[in-house]
């Protein structure tokens, strides 16, 4: 919606970063965990550009945060997703899926591990909190289970890391992707992690006090100007290229990891119990009907995402439809996220997708469809 | 957001009447469950007026079904309301509140029940789906919980018993407040109720089909038409002036039935457990600590709804907040609902209100705003 219509009154949640973001030129907003998310700068490809060239700042305080303490919190935690998280070391993050009794996904969050028994779920666009509370109030587990006030940014591209150094010293430098530290910046608490929504280098920023939003946002953006920081929004043309999901387009509480190609984060061989484990342990041994794949679509560059889910069909018959599609600058090619039936997702095999212009002709082909290790060693 | 700003993705769903709103006008929606709703269709005093002296019909799939069946159903769907059930016929719509182990609210919904063991929740803007899936994990019950295919509509207006007349016979009539009935329109499968969200006479017509959306909508609007039918939007202000709740606005995980003065909606002295009881037990003993007033502002009439939670002050101390505010055209004053601190819940009794545009004063005043009977009564 446009900066005139953001009235409609207090249902939707504003952001800590609201009024700085309308500043710096935000022109459209999108709703993501009941709050406002900018999703508009100006030209999306600019954004992009300014991604992978440089660096953004985006307001993602919709990604809410779960939090689990309490003395059975870790094991309450590995009751909520089928990765095995017995490794998993305070200061870590992983990504996991949270997976219902059908195995269906319910969301596919960053799990992370502040402390022994005190656990974020930080969030992709579903109520985990009411999934979580629902789950604890027969599980004879002693967790406490809140939303706590806590609004990330992410600081992605590949000057992030300068603009890191600048702002938290060079010791930052040596954080693993994948690992948390707790930090402050002129006496704002932060919880600050190598993870993001890009395929890029990047940080996000955890905001634990949200009177300071505004603050955090100008020091952030201030340290960033000599580097070429601009204010942004999570890129569908980055994420897409990168193979990440966007929950509710490409999975929802009907989809199965596997059908994904995640079988990497279930762990049905791991003594502790979680839910769907049953579930899934059959999908696995019967193999998934349907399974994603990758499309590069023939026809002239898409003005922008798809709309719809776009039927696909091979044969005349409808095997399938794309849950994403965007056209590339980059790779000059209309990329396409989509769930097919197994039998059809065949490397090369040629599929006809009808979009909102009519029918095209399309190619299935690997994910991601950008990757940087892959395009340098190929270099 | 605009028309032209509907796409960036498949991320949020549209409604089975999607395009029938956009043919028939509508030219802003918010977000509500994951998924448009139209919430603009020009002026929204012209959509107010048309509500209170003829009848809208309103795109309201956004309200998404949770659907419990199974050989446990009754005694699972009390397990999630404080409210009594146990006299609740096959056929009945009950207003319940869903709470958590702490007695917070978690949603706002209407029970529908279709038969025996087979309830829909008809949900306000919360993951209930999430939550029942929880509770029913270690709950030892045997039951299923789904979304179905359900898309309401709303026909609320004083000429929407016409209207319902004219599609379903006269029979209709005889249906009372607060109960359903399955019915179809030329073959297309529907619960029709008594019920909606507007404070007016009206229906809820719940499709049981989504590929009918399109015909289920052009149906109503043209048997609507002689009856000066228009295509609308739920109403700020007849809600408001209804003392309606609107979920995360008037009320969260944070707000307990007590605060609203719902005391009526909890029903501690049955024997059936529900999540909660022993939190509202103590809650009811000790008394909230805040209540939900009714404000009238001393101040020109607003342009539109409150964007912010507005503080409330009295003697320079913050008392509370303005949670929904807006102007009714006909009662000529600026209306809201509040939350405030139990002391200061003193009807006739002025406070300070922090709007957008300043310091206003405002006196506490009886709920609802607005109410037929009680004018008649005094006419």
């Not at 006090?209 to 952030?220: K, N, Q």
Request: proline share 6%.
């Amino acid at each position: 919606m446009h900066a005139d219509d953001f009235g409609f009154g207090t249902q939707i949640r504003k952001s800590p970063y609201f009024d700085a973001t309308v500043r710096w030129g935000a022109q459209g907003f999108s709703v993501y965990n009941h709050m406002y998310i900018p999703r508009d700068f100006g030209d999306p490809e600019q954004n992009f550009w300014n991604l992978v060239n440089d660096a953004i700042l985006c307001d993602v305080a919709v990604e809410r945060q779960v939090e689990i303490t309490g003395p059975d919190a870790a094991r309450f935690v590995q009751l909520l997703t089928p990765r095995d998280l017995s490794k998993m070391a305070v200061g870590q993050c992983k990504y996991i899926l949270i997976t219902n009794a059908q195995g269906g996904i319910l969301n596919d969050p960053i799990l992370l591990r502040l402390a022994e028994n005190h656990f974020w779920i930080s969030l992709a666009d579903s109520d985990i909190l009411l999934w979580a509370q629902g789950v604890a109030v027969h599980s004879g587990l002693d967790v406490t289970i809140t939303e706590p006030d806590v609004s990330p940014l992410q600081l992605q591209g590949p000057k992030s890391g300068l603009i890191m150094q600048d702002l938290f010293g060079p010791e930052i430098a040596d954080l693993r992707y994948y690992w948390l530290r707790e930090m402050d910046l002129d006496g704002i608490p932060l919880i600050v992690s190598r993870t993001g929504w890009s395929s890029e280098l990047g940080y996000e920023i955890y905001l634990r006090d949200s009177t300071h939003g505004d603050a955090l946002w100008e020091r952030i953006m201030a340290a960033g100007l000599p580097h070429g920081l601009k204010p942004g929004h999570t890129s569908s043309i980055r994420r897409i290229e990168g193979g990440m999901l966007s929950y509710h387009a490409d999975a929802d509480i009907h989809t199965n990891p596997y059908e994904l190609g995640l079988g990497r984060l279930v762990n049905l061989d791991i003594e502790a119990d979680f839910i769907g484990k049953a579930a899934l342990a059959q999908i696995h041994a019967e193999g998934p009907k349907r399974q994603q794949i990758g499309l590069v679509l023939d026809c002239a560059p898409l003005s922008g995402p798809n709309t719809r889910f776009w039927p696909i069909t091979q044969n005349g018959v409808q095997v399938g439809k794309v849950t994403s599609a965007v056209y590339s600058p980059r790779l000059q090619k209309n990329i396409a996220l989509a769930m097919v039936d197994t039998e059809a997702a065949v490397l090369g095999a040629q599929v006809e997708v009808t979009t909102n212009s009519g029918v095209v002709g399309a190619q299935v082909v690997e994910r991601p469809f950008y990757d940087p290790k892959k395009t340098i060693a190929a270099a």
